[in-house]
């Protein structure tokens, strides 16, 4: 399947499961790659047939930067659940890395999803 992707989108939230972590916000960056037929885009060369990524980024920013949670799992989560429903983009995959939640993790930590693909 071809895909459309959206690399290093970086958002500032509210994000964390202890309590200093409720009153600041914190710099994430988020990867995304998702399931898109390209070819009738091509064909016509016209965008309203593309999932635009532009588009995309400026909800993930939107929904990431107002959201409040706990756990990188739980915004993950809802948030494949949000672009898959809104852009009716069949299948993902989705990093979240916290870049400053663990200083020794030179390359930062988080969490990879996939969801609407089937395994192979
Ligand atoms: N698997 C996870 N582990 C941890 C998370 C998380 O969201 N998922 N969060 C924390 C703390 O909020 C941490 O980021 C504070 O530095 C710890 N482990």
């Given amino acids: ?17 202890y309590d200093w972590e409720r009153t600041i916000r914190q710099r994430l960056v988020l990867d ?4 898109w037929d390209i ?8 965008l309203t047939l593309a999932l635009d990524y532009a588009a995309v980024s400026q ?3 939107d929904y990431v930067s107002a959201s409040s949670f706990e756990l990188v799992e739980t915004l993950a989560d809802r948030l494949a659940t949000l672009i898959m ?7 993902l995959r989705l990093v979240i ?18 969801r609407g693909r089937s395994r192979a």
């Fill in 1 to 17: 399947m071809d895909q459309v992707f959206i690399r290093g989108l970086e958002v500032q939230a509210v994000i964390g499961a």
């Fill in 32 to 35: 995304l790659e998702m399931d």
């Fill in 39 to 46: 070819r009738p885009a091509a064909a016509d060369d016209d």
């Fill in 59 to 61: 909800r993930v920013l």
């Fill in 85 to 91: 429903e809104e852009f009716s983009v069949p299948g």
């Fill in 97 to 114: 890395t916290k870049p400053g939640a663990v200083p020794e993790a030179r390359r930062g930590v988080g969490v990879i999803i996939e």
